[in-house]
């Protein structure tokens, strides 16, 4: 995978978990599932901001920390999400989410699982891609 690729498809998971989580974050709100105070900052810091701000890093010189931290972001909400949504004994868990919006909320979980587990994997796939192109680059003679 060229460099030029993986950033794109990183700026495009990005993207896509964003659209997912703000989905999730409306079955929220309609469920009535809150979140401890730790849930939110979490919710905010490392499954919001952090990966649009890995996103911005992709296309800068810093793209392999930007690479990098997408693919922790997208790891620590994979983690986050399927302690909650799946394992924990919370008013998180889908099957603890009731009336109309407990389909809503069941979906958005699963395909949030998704787009995390795509998301590291893109991540860690543009980490080795642009680190790749700059040893290529390095390791070229100058005419």
């Known amino acids: ?15 896509a978990h964003l ?6 974050g409306l079955a929220h709100q309609g469920a ?8 939110s900052v979490y919710v905010l810091v490392v499954i919001t901001l952090a990966p649009l701000v890995a ?3 992709l296309f800068t010189r810093w793209a392999r920390i930007g690479a990098l931290l997408l693919a922790l972001s997208m790891l620590g909400s994979f983690v986050f999400g399927g302690w909650y949504h799946f394992l924990s004994a919370t ?3 889908v099957s603890q989410v009731l009336g109309p919006w407990r389909s809503t909320f069941i979906w958005t979980a699963i ?16 980490f080795r891609a642009i680190r790749n192109g700059s040893t290529r680059l390095q390791n070229q003679p100058v005419n």
């Open 19 to 24: 659209c997912i989580s703000i989905f999730h």
């Open 91 to 93: 008013n998180d868990h």
């Open 55 to 57: 996103g911005g890093l």
């Open 32 to 39: 009535m599932v809150t979140l401890t105070t730790f849930g």
């Open 1 to 15: 995978m060229t460099a030029k690729r993986a950033k794109l498809l990183g700026l495009g998971i990005i993207l």
């Open 111 to 126: 395909v949030l699982a998704v787009s995390e587990l795509v998301g590291v994997i893109i991540g860690v796939s543009a």
